[in-house]
């Protein structure tokens, strides 16, 4: 029940297209949704987060969308660029939870020039 | 704001061997941090939450005395990997806790690749 499914595991994508990865959950207890960007040698870089109060949320040319009947969300990326590529993970986590972070698998995402 | 550094970056050693590895969090106070271990198109594994003043809590599976962690003060913790062997060699990552409108973020560090020979 603790688990964070993430798809797809891979992702190329032209440049100036979308990008959207999609993550589910089951725990109706997890009340937060960070999403990671990680380049290949670095560690994982905060990139958008999303509390369950609100549908969406917006920053640049990144959106999480977020569905909570359906226990989904997933992170948008407009325009998508060469530089986005990078392993995008989506997280969960509760207050009631404690500290510890749900992680998925990770999406490899390729933004092709 | 939020930034967490790790030292050393990479690190060689050989078998047998103990590594230390530093993680701080630079402009913030972190009670809690946390230390995950990455291997290759993998996702991150939790390996301890190690809390400032108090022993840390290893995840099922990870060998608390063959991965010892100290945190001695709200912004340094420490991973020593004690008599390292091939198998002990990753990416490891860690994290630092904040806190943001009653909610917990972590911000990672920037990770050390650990080879072991």
């Known amino acids: 029940q603790q688990q964070v499914k993430q798809s797809p595991q891979s992702l190329i994508v032209q440049k100036g297209g979308i990008s959207i990865i999609n993550c589910a959950y089951e725990n109706t207890a997890f009340d937060y949704f960070p999403w990671y960007q990680q380049f290949p040698g670095k560690g994982p870089a905060l990139l958008i987060a999303i509390r369950p109060d609100v549908s969406e949320k917006k920053e640049g040319r990144f959106t999480i969308s977020f569905n909570k009947s359906a226990k989904q969300f997933s992170l948008h990326i407009m325009d998508s660029q060469p530089g986005d590529s990078a392993t995008y993970f989506c997280?969960?986590?509760?207050?009631?939870?404690?500290?510890?972070?749900?992680f998925g698998p990770g999406t490899r995402l390729s933004v092709l020039p | 704001g939020a930034v967490v550094s790790q030292h050393p970056s990479w690190v060689i050693c050989k078998s047998g061997t103990s590594v230390k590895i530093e993680c701080r969090s630079l402009?913030?106070?972190?009670?809690?941090m946390f230390w995950y271990r990455q291997f290759p198109k993998q996702s991150l594994m939790l390996m301890a939450t190690?809390?400032?003043?108090?022993?840390?809590?290893?995840e099922q599976g990870v060998e608390k005395d063959k991965f010892l962690i100290n945190h001695a003060s709200l912004t340094l913790s420490t991973l020593t990997v004690t008599s390292a062997h091939p198998e002990d060699s990753s990416f490891y990552i860690c994290?630092?806790?904040?806190?943001?409108?009653?909610?917990?973020?972590?911000?990672f560090g920037p990770g050390t690749r650990l080879t072991v020979t």
């Open positions: 402009d913030f106070q972190a009670t809690t």
């Open positions: 994290s630092a806790q904040s806190t943001s409108g009653g909610y917990y973020e972590q911000y």
């Open positions: 997280a969960a986590t509760s207050r009631s939870y404690g500290q510890n972070f749900v």
């Open positions: 190690s809390n400032e003043g108090s022993k840390a809590t290893y």
